[in-house]
Nanobody, 122 residues
Framework: QVQLVESGGGLVQAGGSLRLSCVAS????????MAWYRQAPGKQRELVAG??????PNYADSVKGRFTISREKANMVYLQMDSLKPEDTAVYYC?????????????????WGQGTQVTVSS
């Protein structure tokens, strides 16, 4: 069984910073990529930033220059959020595309964390 656990959300004033963390644990053979998504009330879930194992990060245009995604070890991902704006308010979800133990090399499944609330006040 695979589990993703996020931490680091909270309430911050506009212009402030937060750092989100996510750890994937369980019966994992290989993590292919990790990413952060967010969903604001009444809106669809959107990709914020992602990074493929051994690759370069990619960002949504709305967060470029303000957010930084990083990986530490194969199963940990962080999102440093600076210069936060009220429009960044959302529930942030960690995502991992990975191969569980016991599956063939082409197998890949998406796993999600429970979400962490980020609220930016004006």
């Amino acid at each position: 069984q695979v589990q993703l656990v996020e931490s680091g959300g909270g309430l911050v004033q506009a212009g402030g910073s937060l750092r989100l963390s996510c750890v994937a644990s369980g019966s994992i053979s290989r993590v292919n990529s990790m990413a952060w998504y967010r969903q604001a009330p009444g809106k669809q879930r959107e990709l914020v930033a992602g990074i493929i194992t051994g690759g370069y990060p990619n960002y949504a245009d709305s967060v470029k220059g303000r957010f930084t995604i990083s990986r530490e070890k194969a199963n940990m991902v962080y999102l440093q959020m600076d210069s936060l704006k009220p429009e960044d308010t959302a529930v942030y979800y960690c995502n991992a595309a990975l191969r569980p133990l016991g599956w063939g090399v082409r197998a890949q499944f998406d796993y999600w964390g429970q979400g962490t609330q980020v609220t930016v006040s004006s």
